[in-house]
C-alpha cells in the first residue's frame, strides 16, 4: 500500500485494523493497539463519506475491548462513547451493533465495580436486542447470561 500510495485510505485504514486484530488474537495488546491507532487517524482524516463513519464506530469498539484487555477502562470507556456519539449521530444505535456496544459498556463498567451503570448498560442492550429481534439469539442469550 505504501507504494501505490494507498495507505492512507479506507482500504489502508482496513489493513491495519486487520492487522490490528491478528495482533490482539496473538495476544500482543500494545501492537494491536498501535495498529488500531493508525487506522482511526486515517478514519477521522476521512471524515463521513462511503460507510466510513461506520467503520470508525467498529473501531473504536475494537480499541475499547483492547484498552478493557490491557485493564486501562477508562481508556475503555473512552473509546466506546465515542463509538456511542457516531452511532446516535447517524441513527444507527438502534442496532445490533449498539447492542454490542452496551454490552461492552456493561461488561466494563462491571470490571470498575459500577453495577449500577453496568446494569443500566446491559438494559439498554437488552432493548437494543428487543427492538431488532435479536434477543432469542446465541448472542442475546450471552447478554440474559450477562444480566443474571
Same mark, same amino acid.
Given at each position: 500500500?505504501?507504494?501505490?500510495?494507498?495507505?492512507?485510505?479506507?482500504?489502508?485504514?482496513?489493513?491495519?485494523?486487520?492487522?490490528?486484530?491478528?495482533?490482539?488474537?496473538?495476544?500482543?495488546?500494545?501492537?494491536?493497539?498501535?495498529?488500531?491507532?493508525?487506522?482511526?487517524?486515517?478514519?477521522?482524516?476521512?471524515?463521513?463519506?462511503?460507510?466510513?463513519?461506520?467503520?470508525? +464506530?467498529? &473501531?473504536?469498539?475494537?480499541? /475499547?475491548?483492547? @484498552?478493557?484487555? $490491557?485493564? !486501562?477502562? =477508562? #481508556?475503555?470507556?473512552? %473509546? *466506546?462513547?465515542?463509538?456511542?456519539?457516531?452511532?446516535?449521530?447517524?441513527?444507527?444505535?438502534?442496532?445490533?451493533?449498539? +447492542?454490542? &456496544?452496551?454490552?461492552?459498556? /456493561?461488561?466494563? @463498567?462491571?470490571? $470498575?465495580? !459500577?453495577? =449500577? #451503570?453496568?446494569?443500566? %448498560? *446491559?438494559?439498554?442492550?437488552?432493548?437494543?436486542?428487543?427492538?431488532?429481534?435479536?434477543?432469542?439469539?446465541?448472542?442475546? +442469550?450471552? &447478554?440474559?447470561?450477562?444480566? /443474571?
Amino acid at each position: 500500500r505504501k507504494a501505490t500510495k494507498t495507505v492512507e485510505t479506507a482500504p489502508g485504514a482496513l489493513m491495519f485494523t486487520e492487522m490490528g486484530a491478528v495482533r490482539r488474537a496473538c495476544g500482543d495488546l500494545d501492537g494491536a493497539l498501535g495498529l488500531y491507532t493508525k487506522a482511526k487517524r486515517i478514519r477521522e482524516r476521512l471524515g463521513r463519506g462511503d460507510g466510513n463513519f461506520a467503520d470508525l +464506530a467498529a &473501531l473504536l469498539m475494537r480499541i /475499547g475491548v483492547a @484498552k478493557h484487555l $490491557r485493564d !486501562d477502562t =477508562d #481508556g475503555a470507556l473512552v %473509546a *466506546y462513547e465515542q463509538a456511542r456519539q457516531i452511532y446516535q449521530a447517524t441513527g444507527t444505535m438502534k442496532s445490533v451493533d449498539g +447492542a454490542r &456496544l452496551m454490552r461492552n459498556i /456493561g461488561i466494563t @463498567k462491571c470490571a $470498575r465495580g !459500577d453495577l =449500577d #451503570g453496568q446494569l443500566e %448498560a *446491559y438494559s439498554e442492550a437488552c432493548d437494543l436486542r428487543r427492538h431488532t429481534s435479536t434477543l432469542r439469539t446465541p448472542d442475546g +442469550a450471552l &447478554l440474559l447470561l450477562n444480566l /443474571g
